[in-house]
């Protein structure tokens, strides 16, 4: 099979690499000129492990190849960006440009599968977006099919079309992309079976066929229940802090009981999808998707009392130095997307200027982001010598191996629970 992959991102790049080590032709297709070029040359440009190696294999043995424009293949799959707008919503405009780079090479017998999140009606859009460009097309139409998944009646010109949300964690992409359940759903049966047997093709997880809607609810719940419980955690730290009881004792105690599992508090919630996947559903219904919003809010509220905390620490201390300790979305990662520890560094880093010194044990010197915020960075050793306040933001391993005699010092605030051996502040 010939498989045309658009989109090289975190998981187009990735699930191209893998198509291709599993014996398939693949093209990935991106409209960014660099990006092509590096792929093509059997580098990469995002940091995920183990993916060097396999670009680099299946780029050589001619078995992953990029340009910046698609060719005629058997399966489509998109893998672009779906970001929102400033007013929170979803900006479709990179998926519909995908479907139209597509639309002229599409041929009878074609399936086409969207895996970035997307909100409820997506994929239905995407049929109707080719079909008005292509009359000569039909989407596979309920109805008796035969083994290819076409419809009688319409053998010679029907395509498929089909949701499949990607599910994976950044840091573990390849194996999850091999071993998670995926959650198939084609705008029609027809399109839910052939979209199942391509996935068979690669996935030793369980490929369970739904609806095109409602795989596309899927991908978003799971985003937006995780964003719910973590502002459950995040709403118990403020009303915590109010009644100065300590938190993580309290989430300790509590999850003692069997039916119980709070998660953990932190500066906020970042990353590109748990963030941002929650405000699909509310754009969608917004008298319904009441704890969802407020969820969001709650997470977007507890970045500014984090900044508020520190504010008030440094201005006790107007000769402190300030450590503020990690800056990647979570821990033992080096991606800033959406990150509150970023944006409290930033807000710090604009207001105290030199007194800030930053600590990101997964970023390499240079990043654009990092010169952006024009203050100081260090190692964590170096930081923990010459501040007085720390501010830890992630919890990464770095920092948790840091022994309280060398930080018994430190003014903190530990918004990960990682120093809680530090005696209690006066
Ligand atoms: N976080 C907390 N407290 C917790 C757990 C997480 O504050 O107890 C914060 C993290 O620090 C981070 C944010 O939440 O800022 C998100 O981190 P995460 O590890 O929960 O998730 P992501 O964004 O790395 O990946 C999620 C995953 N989704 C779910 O777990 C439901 C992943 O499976 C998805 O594939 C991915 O989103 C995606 O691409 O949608």
Redesign the pocket.
Known sequence: QKVSMIGLG??GLPTAALIASRGMQVLGVDTKEEVVKTVAAGTIHISEPDLDGLVSKVVSSGALRTSTKPEPADVFMIAVPTPIDRDNRPDLSMVRAAVDSITDVLEPGNLVILES?SPIGTTEGIATQILERRPDLHVGANGKTNGNGQTNGHANSTINVAYC???????KILT?LIN?DRCIGGVTPACTRRAQRFYKSFVRGACVATTARAAELV?LT??A???A??AF??ELSMICDRFDINVWEVIDLANRHPRVNV?????????????V?PWFIIDSAPDLARVMRMSREV?LDKTQKIIEQAEALIEDHPYANVACCGLA???N?D?LR????MEVARHLAAKYGSRIKIVEPNLRRPHPELAALGVEFMTIDEAIHCCEIAVLL??HDEFKMVPLAERRHLDVIDT?GVWQDMPARA
């Open positions: 975190y998981i999140t949300p990607e599910r994976v964690l950044p840091g999850e998670n991908k799971e985003n229940y995780r964003d419980n973590i955690a995040n998660l953990r508090p932190g500066p906020g919630v970042g990353g590109h999808c748990i963030a996947d997470n979305f979570k821990a990662i991606d959406e990150s509150p520890a992630v919890d990960r």
